[in-house]
């Protein structure tokens, strides 16, 4: 049974910085794209960005682009996101996700197999 456990979340102030990871077990396949996406209260499940098999390539929602960085380690079997420069409409749930097979929406929530239970980010403005 595949498990995906978040970490790192927390109350920060505006403009600091976050580390959150996911550590996936149980993978018995292979997984192609690993992701992040958050929900805030009374909005829908929006993608933050996602990483292929290798951690080749990288993509990322417009809103985070140049602050957020996604990595992957296949031998851990573990994705993070580095959250640089935090802003209050960050404010969500975060949760990982992985796929196993290659869809091409990376940004699709339906792209994505198993999910995790998420992890409360604050920032405070």
């Known amino acids: 049974q595949v498990q995906l456990i978040e970490s790192g979340g927390g109350l920060v102030q505006a403009g600091d910085s976050l580390r959150l990871s996911c550590a996936a077990s149980g993978i018995t396949g292979s997984s192609y794209f690993m992701g992040w996406f958050r929900q805030a209260p009374g909005k829908e499940r929006e993608f933050v960005a996602a990483?292929?098999?290798?951690?080749?390539?990288?993509y990322y929602a417009d809103s985070v682009k140049g602050r957020f960085t996604i990595s992957r380690d296949n031998a851990k079997n573990t994705v993070n996101l580095r959250m640089n420069n935090l802003k209050p409409e960050d404010t969500a749930i975060y949760s990982c996700?992985?796929?196993?097979?290659?869809?091409?929406?990376?940004?699709?929530?339906?792209?994505?197999?198993?999910w995790g239970q998420g992890t409360q980010v604050t920032v405070s403005s």
């Open positions: 996700s992985l796929a196993t097979r290659y869809s091409g929406s990376y940004y699709a929530p339906s792209s994505y197999d198993y």
């Open positions: 990483t292929t098999r290798y951690g080749i390539s990288t």
